[in-house]
């Protein structure tokens, strides 16, 4: 990367946050300086951790703290309300996934961004991944010929301590604040096929709750066509016993790959080098996370990898799983 002038980083939300915030005092380029959380406890055991300054109000960390971008951990339905008060201070900021569950919010704090001059990005953990960017690579380049069907398979388990759990209690539970399976955790993955295809252009979904007490649904079921004309289907469930993990199935034709838990798991090409992907050569200065990207965005103009833009795709398809639910009829997926 460089010698560039550090990036001044403030987290909002110290539950999955803390992870987050130490992958900050980790990575090139970024500095800690304050950390902000409802439960004070939590704050101040943290930011003493880290040796940074600590809030229990988002509000008074935006006008206290000498920042140059806040870093969003908070329920997904609060996403662009945070993420908007730091860009009406000029601040530059990311949210983790999703972007939101209200998309006419994304698109407010897209525009409000891009007329501010700040940097709006969503972190998609998956993106930063060799093996994802090295897939992407070779469906984009047609090096494992022309991709024809993608099948996501989510069959992860989550129990009710789970959804009443998080502060505020029972968020995940919630439709004010999250979706259920799809949206919470499906959109991982939601996020990287349509990626790696190119877009989505048509959803047809179902979605349901069938072992959890919870407003939101525990399974989902989508048949997806990419822009490209080739098909999908994702599953997700919060509610397989035992937690079968996710799988990713590709089918070209000339092969296929199956990807399981961030691994290649199995690849074949009929007529080509079965070592293809290993050969796929990386840039050696490309972030591995972030924040290192958000380093990059802001001292360098460079495009985060997931900004607001390609951050709204996956709302947009989420959020035509639901409609398709509900009405029964296939939805076609706004331009962004």
């Known amino acids: 990367m460089g010698f560039i002038e550090p990036v001044r980083f403030g987290i909002l939300g110290l539950g999955v946050g803390y ?54 951990f908070t329920p997904s339905g609060m996403h662009m309300d945070h993420a908007l008060k730091a860009i009406r201070r000029g601040l530059h900021v990311f949210v983790t996934k999703p ?24 972190d998609f953990e998956l993106r930063y991944q060799p093996l994802n960017q090295k897939i992407y690579y070779a469906i984009q380049q047609n090096l494992i010929g022309r991709v024809f069907l993608v099948d996501v398979l989510m069959k992860w388990f989550r129990d009710e301590a789970y959804y009443k759990g998080g502060y505020p209690p029972g968020w995940r539970s919630s ?17 990287l096929v349509q990626w790696w295809m190119g877009g989505v252009d048509l959803v047809q979904g179902l979605s349901g709750t069938f ?87 802001i001292r360098k103009g460079t495009k985060p990898i997931v900004d607001g833009r390609e951050g709204l795709k996956s709302v947009l398809i989420l959020n035509a799983i639901y409609e398709s639910s509900k009405t029964g009829k296939a939805v076609k997926i706004e331009e962004v």
């Open 211 to 297: 072992t959890h007490n919870i407003e939101t649904e525990d399974c989902s079921v989508a048949v997806l066509r990419f822009k490209n004309g080739a098909f999908g289907t994702l599953t997700t469930t919060t509610s397989s016993i035992p937690n079968l993990g996710t799988r990713i199935e590709v089918n070209s034709d000339r092969g296929s790959l199956i990807w399981k838990d961030g691994k290649l798991d199995f690849f074949y090409l009929k007529d080509g080098d079965q070592s293809i992907l290993d050969s796929i050569s990386l840039p050696e200065d490309r972030p591995l996370n972030i924040f290192e990207d958000m380093v990059a965005a």
């Open 99 to 122: 972007m939101d569950i209200d998309a006419e919010k994304c698109r407010l704090a897209i525009k409000e961004a891009e007329e501010a001059n700040v940097v709006l990005a969503v």
């Open 19 to 72: 992870s987050k915030a130490k992958q900050c005092t980790q990575s090139r380029g970024a500095i800690l300086s304050a950390v902000c959380d409802l439960q004070e406890d939590r704050a101040r055991k943290i930011a003493e951790e880290f040796k940074c300054r600590w809030y229990t109000d988002y509000d008074k960390m935006l006008e206290k703290e000498d920042i140059d971008c806040v870093g969003v």
């Open 175 to 191: 439709r004010l604040y999250e979706g259920g399976s799809a949206a919470n955790q499906g959109i991982h993955f939601i996020d």
